[in-house]
């Protein structure tokens, strides 16, 4: 079955400490998406990417950092400099053009500790 | 950066009866997008409409959409307990290379 994963479902990060969120997917999408959404909140852009090797900054960059070596793979990692980094994030794919919809993963929840 | 606004922010029904939201936005668009978010799931794409159309249907939904107020409705008929979710509009605006979201509208449907 075609989709895509995001892991882990939950995450607890210590406070000083960098952590990455996987995405990865197998729908030969070409662009792929990070968002971040607060409790009772709309979907904030963090990062996007439409092809392999390079990525744009979203609304809210700041504090993340994103990579794309593969076709399948969007990893995003929360650093320590993101001072409130406590929320649920989506990664999204589509398949390159805005005349799709995005399908999106189920999300991983970070808490800090 | 938001682009559209949904109304209300909250609707509680009977299930059976119908439910409607709405979607304001403030460009021009290509197409616009409706997209559900059972509680801490990711979200579904459920319908796209594109900018020279003014009405869809698929099963229970209806989406239309009035470019000359800029809004959209998304009108779910005969609810069941399933429909409970939030909904999400996102509207593709020219001139961009991505979609952007709503914050939503928290439906609660009520046995």
């Known amino acids: 079955d075609g989709g895509i994963t995001q892991s882990p479902k939950y995450l607890f990060r210590k406070e000083g400490q960098n952590v990455t969120l996987s995405c990865e997917q197998n729908l030969n999408h070409d662009a792929m998406y990070w968002y971040r959404q607060d409790p009772g909140q709309g979907l904030r852009l963090i990062y996007y990417s439409q092809i392999v090797n390079d990525f744009q900054k979203g609304d809210i960059a700041e504090g993340y950092s994103v990579s794309r070596e593969k076709k399948e793979s969007f990893p995003l990692t929360v650093t320590s400099a993101q001072k409130n980094p406590t929320a649920f994030y989506l990664c999204a794919s589509s398949m390159g053009t805005t005349f799709y919809g995005y399908t999106f993963g189920s999300g991983t929840r970070l808490t800090v500790v | 950066s938001q682009q559209g606004e949904e109304d209300p922010q909250a609707l509680s029904i009977q299930e059976g009866e119908n439910a409607t939201m709405n979607c304001s936005y403030k460009?021009?668009?290509?197409?616009l997008q409706w997209y559900r978010q059972n509680s801490g799931r990711g979200l579904v794409h459920l319908i796209l409409?594109?900018?020279?159309?003014r009405e869809k249907h698929s099963g229970r939904l209806r989406v239309t959409l009035d470019t000359s107020k800029k809004s959209s409705s998304l009108l779910i008929t005969a609810s069941r307990a399933a429909d409970t979710a939030s909904y999400f509009c996102a509207t593709d605006p020219n001139r961009d290379d991505k979609i952007i979201f709503g914050k939503g509208t928290r439906l609660h449907i009520l046995p």
């Open positions: 409409i594109r900018s020279n159309e």
């Open positions: 460009t021009s668009i290509n197409n």
